[in-house]
């Protein structure tokens, strides 16, 4: 029988949190076959809530999970976590400049990027989901100086699936019919959905769609602004399809890529498509044995480019920022 694997999950008691736990739980993070144990961090004002989800997991009886455990101790929660799912965040209110936010962000993400620096598995992977996500990534990511750098990365998976929804809803196939869509940069307003690697039933997106004007005023607009039209809509931000592109992130660092596809992962760059190394930024990766990959090689035409600047000129900035309050 396998060791159980040790899933942190912050923020838990939140929205995303109760969407996503059930899955870890039932074995849709990592696979239908490996057990798990639950580290559950929240703040004090969260602990009884995520009792309350606590109790709803045990009453699901899942055979794969073989623990839960809450607290609002970082280093207890991070303690031998291999993977950590930081989700809760310090949200933008009212009035609250980008400085302020980032500054807030910072208070949360250092301290769990020091105590996964002192406390997680040698294997430990991160991905932060919480916002700013990129930015907070590189903050947990600058606390943790004995963990490889790679192991930090932001969800942008959830920009990925919304495009690959947006095109295929365009073109008139099936989501499965749709590969190698590529969200560069920043998870932001400035995000840039790529299609053109993009696949459709195995013929070029761009090429199918052949409509520049849908893809500047529709498609990428739709993409960018999906989360606030949620908002408008559900009256809350999105929650389940949160959870469900982090699942879909872990479990493909975890267990890998298809063959003739990619996917899309906020990660520190290496310097590829011009982008400065060190930023944490979306681009195409491929994944094999747990480990990922920049898609090289990729022509990017001059549409591409000035989005892809765009995006990465602003998270240089929130870097930049973050910088000169101490944080990285
Ligand atoms: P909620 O406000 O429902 O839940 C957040 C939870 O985090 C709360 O229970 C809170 O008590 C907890 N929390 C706050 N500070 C904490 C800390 N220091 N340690 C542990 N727990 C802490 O937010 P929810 O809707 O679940 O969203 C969570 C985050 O995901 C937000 O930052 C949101 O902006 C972000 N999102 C990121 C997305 C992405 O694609 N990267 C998409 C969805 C979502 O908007």
């Known amino acids: 029988t396998r060791t159980p694997v040790n899933v942190t999950v912050t923020g838990a008691a939140g929205q995303i949190g109760y969407a ?8 849709h993070l990592l696979g239908a076959d490996v057990p798990v144990k639950l580290r559950l961090l929240e703040i004090p004002q969260g602990l009884k809530a995520a ?29 031998g976590a291999n993977v950590a799912l930081l989700v809760g965040a310090r949200p933008r209110t009212k009035g609250m400049e980008r400085g302020d936010l980032l500054e807030a962000n910072g208070g949360i993400f250092k301290p769990q990027g020091k105590a996964i620096n002192d406390n997680a598995a040698d294997d430990i992977k991160v991905l932060v989901v919480g916002n700013p996500a990129n930015t907070n990534a590189l903050i947990a990511q600058a606390a943790a100086p004995d963990v490889p750098a790679e192991r930090f990365t932001a969800m942008t998976r959830l920009d990925h699936n919304r495009a690959i929804s947006q095109l295929a809803q365009k073109t008139g196939v099936a989501v499965s019919e749709i590969k190698k869509l590529t969200i560069w940069g920043n998870h932001s307003a400035t995000q840039y959905p790529d299609i053109f690697h993009a696949e459709i039933a195995g013929k070029n997106a761009a090429e199918v769609v052949n409509d520049e004007q849908w893809l500047a005023d529709t498609f990428i607009p739709t993409v960018a602004k999906r989360g606030a039209a949620i908002i408008e ?33 906020g990660i520190p760059s290496d310097g590829s498509y011009g982008v400065p190394e060190g930023l944490i930024s979306s681009f195409p990766v491929t994944v094999k044995d747990g480990k990922y990959e920049i898609v090289q090689g990729l022509e990017i035409n001059d549409f591409s480019r000035a989005r892809i600047d765009a995006s990465v000129k602003e998270l240089a900035e929130e870097r930049d920022a973050v910088r000169a309050l101490g944080l990285i």
């Open 20 to 27: 996503l736990l059930f899955r870890i739980a039932s074995g």
């Open 51 to 79: 009792e309350g989800t606590a109790m709803e997991l045990d009453d699901c009886a899942f055979p794969l999970l073989r623990g839960i455990e809450i607290t609002d101790d970082a280093n207890v929660a991070f303690d």
């Open 233 to 265: 809509a559900r009256g809350a931000s999105s929650a389940a399809s949160a959870a469900n592109a982090a699942i879909d992130h872990v479990h493909t660092w975890v267990n890998g890529t298809a063959a003739g596809d990619w996917a899309s992962m």
